[in-house]
């Protein structure tokens, strides 16, 4: 499953029953708790890089993408927005990208 298909599945989400569903669940919580979910899998998934546990990093990157596309769904953030950034910023340095942030 790509990315986007993944974020279309869970942007559907939002309008679905949250007692049939995980994701309608979280987001019927609201952005400050997926927001909150988000955080707690970052750390987790920094644990398992630090430990040097490959196979517990990846199933803890694969809830971190999940819970930042359910964290963006909760605030409207369309993940073409963000893949536009991505591209907007791949056409410089990332040196120059960086310097060119308000501080």
């Known amino acids: 499953m790509t990315l986007t298909a993944l974020y279309d599945l869970i942007a ?12 309608a669940q979280l987001l019927a919580k609201g952005p400050e708790k997926c927001a909150e979910k988000f955080g707690e899998e970052a750390i987790e998934a920094i644990i398992e890089a630090v430990k040097g546990d490959r196979a517990a990093l990846t199933s803890e990157a694969a809830d971190v993408l999940y819970h930042l596309l359910v964290m963006l769904a909760a605030r ?13 910023r791949q056409a410089q340095s990332g040196l120059a990208e960086k310097q060119s942030r308000p501080s």
């Open 12 to 23: 559907s989400r939002k309008s679905a029953d949250p007692a049939t569903s995980w994701t």
């Open 76 to 88: 409207d953030v369309p993940l073409d927005d963000v893949l536009q950034e991505l591209a907007t």
